[in-house]
């Protein structure tokens, strides 16, 4: 079982409409978490991190964070064709102090 | 400039092969990470290290080592290159003093043939 896991995907959603990421991990060491975005062929880069209960928003984005349920998620509002890349879910372990990333979730924004 | 940097870009080999990628970075963090990215499978940590002395094996080690030549680069062997190791190569480096956000490099395309 790999200690991230994203929901598969692919997801595709009009424009202006919400998307919905999730994420599990196994590992309750875990102590914050990271989402980032890569468009094909390129490196991944940050779009936000979290570690307390609860939510966290930055503009269009808002991460949610269940750590009794083990538990991380991205919304994206007014999705727009710009969105349209893989989202990758991390989990940094305060063990190791390693990244675990999930398999990523490719979304799609529909014009 | 870009803060952390990757070459070659792309690479075609032959399988038996030595192949070295490098990565140099001018954010002067300590730690800093090689990972390969294979369709479907996400990114899988194949070294990393937090300071010049310190080499850790990730979870994909085998097959491959490391030299941290200073704080500011990293590189990656590959003693004898098998078809399985084409894939996405990126190196990335952290600051743990600022939430241990990795920054990854441009990533290096490797093809054995």
């Known amino acids: 079982q790999k200690e991230v896991e994203q929901n598969s995907g692919p997801l595709s959603v009009p424009e202006g409409a919400i998307a919905s990421l999730n994420c599990t991990y196994s590992?309750?060491?875990?102590?914050?978490f990271f989402w980032y975005r890569q468009y094909s062929g390129k490196s991944p880069e940050l779009i936000m991190f979290?570690?307390?209960?609860g939510d966290k928003e930055d503009g269009r984005f808002t991460a949610q964070l269940n750590k009794a349920s083990q538990y991380v998620s991205l919304l994206i509002r007014d999705s727009q064709p710009s969105d349209s890349a893989t989202y990758l879910c991390a989990a940094h372990s305060a063990n190791d102090y390693k990244l675990s990333f999930g398999a990523g979730t490719t979304v799609t924004v529909r014009a | 400039d870009a803060d952390v940097t990757q070459t070659p870009r792309n690479r075609i080999t032959k399988t038996g092969k030595r192949i070295m990628l490098e990565c140099s970075q001018t954010?002067?963090?300590?730690?800093m990470y090689w990972y390969r990215q294979d369709p479907g499978l996400g990114l899988r940590l194949i070294y990393y290290s937090f300071d010049v002395k310190d080499i850790n094996k990730g979870e994909i080690s085998d097959g491959y080592s490391v030299s941290r030549q200073a704080q500011a680069k990293f590189s990656l062997s590959l003693e004898s290159a098998i078809p399985n190791q084409t894939a996405l190569y990126f190196c990335?480096?952290?600051?743990?003093?600022?939430?241990?956000?990795?920054?990854f490099g441009p990533g290096t395309r490797l093809t054995v043939l």
């Open positions: 954010k002067g963090h300590d730690r």
């Open positions: 590992d309750r060491g875990s102590q914050s």
């Open positions: 990335a480096t952290s600051d743990p003093y600022r939430d241990d956000e990795q920054f």
């Open positions: 979290i570690y307390s209960n």
